[in-house]
């Protein structure tokens, strides 16, 4: 019993010993490795054929087209042709909800891609809404707004709807906020439109907190990316390209 015991204690310590390392970490160094078309100079036929099957299946929910644009769009602060798109698609689908709100917001974090001038595919759809964000409804009292602007003033814009007009400075300060030309009445309700990720006060905009009278919309088909791609479907059955522009919503002075 004595002689196996030692043996085990003698096997332990030899492994224990084994185990720990003699070397030291004396350095970390890095370098970048360019990905570019000279990676397609040679194609791997066997990882071609391994994938085919299940590019044919990925094709066919990506590229079919859902509707044009008249420009290539990007996301920019503190206002851009893509941001202000998607609060005025917001806006636009809010009928499908029974609603009719005062403005919406988008977040320029939440769109992670661009739109190229031409046809839209339901790929680039989800290029640009890849989360499973839903579009959202609430109302907040105007002295919430207004803390609301200022927070999108601090982050140096957001996308906001139509009709919104924000002064900023370049330090994140709000100057003036207008609504249709008015402006907001601290004591007023407004009804907005947003994602639900916002909603909970996400993203550095903790005024949507104090937001009553919610309308969260759970089912998929309620998707960011669902309600964008319903909206060009629409557009493009009505034969129409669509079209955004930067027109002065944000604009940051000294």
């Known amino acids: 019993m004595?002689?196996?015991?030692?043996?085990?204690?003698?096997?332990?310590?030899?492994?224990?010993?084994?185990?720990?390392s003699h070397y030291q970490l004396t350095g970390v160094s890095r370098t970048r490795i360019l990905i570019d078309s000279s990676y397609d100079s040679q194609s791997d036929v066997a990882a071609i054929a391994f994938l085919k099957p299940y590019k044919q299946k990925v094709d066919s929910v990506m590229e079919p087209v859902v509707g044009q644009v008249a420009r290539s769009m990007a996301a920019v602060r503190p206002e851009s042709e893509l941001s202000n798109l998607l609060a005025d698609i917001f806006m636009y689908m809010a009928k499908e909800?029974?609603?009719?709100?005062?403005?919406?917001?988008?977040?320029?974090?939440?769109?992670?891609?661009?739109l190229t001038k031409g046809n839209v595919t339901y790929g680039d759809v989800l290029g640009v809404a890849p989360f499973e964000n839903k579009i959202c409804f609430l109302t907040m009292k105007g002295k919430d707004v207004l803390e609301l602007f200022s927070q999108i003033a601090m982050r140096g814009g957001e996308g906001v709807s139509k009709g919104v007009e924000?002064?900023?400075?370049?330090?994140?300060?709000?100057?003036?906020?207008?609504?249709?030309g008015r402006k907001i009445d601290p004591q007023a309700n407004y009804r907005i439109t947003t994602i639900d990720y916002l909603a909970q006060g996400n993203d550095g905009l903790s005024a949507f907190k104090n937001a009553t009278n919610l309308n969260f919309p759970k089912d998929e088909k309620n998707n960011s990316r669902n309600v964008i791609r319903d909206f060009f479907l629409e557009k493009m059955k009505q034969g129409l390209v669509v079209d955004s522009k930067v027109e002065g919503r944000i604009v940051v002075v000294n």
């Not at 029974?98 to 661009?114: K, L, Q």
């Not at 924000?166 to 249709?180: E, N, P, R």
Request: with cysteine.
């Open 166 to 180: 924000l002064v900023i400075t370049k330090d994140g300060k709000l100057q003036s906020a207008l609504l249709y």
């Open 97 to 114: 909800y029974s609603e009719t709100p005062d403005f919406a917001v988008y977040n320029m974090g939440g769109i992670r891609g661009a």
């Open 2 to 20: 004595r002689k196996n015991l030692f043996i085990s204690l003698m096997a332990s310590t030899m492994i224990f010993a084994a185990c720990v």
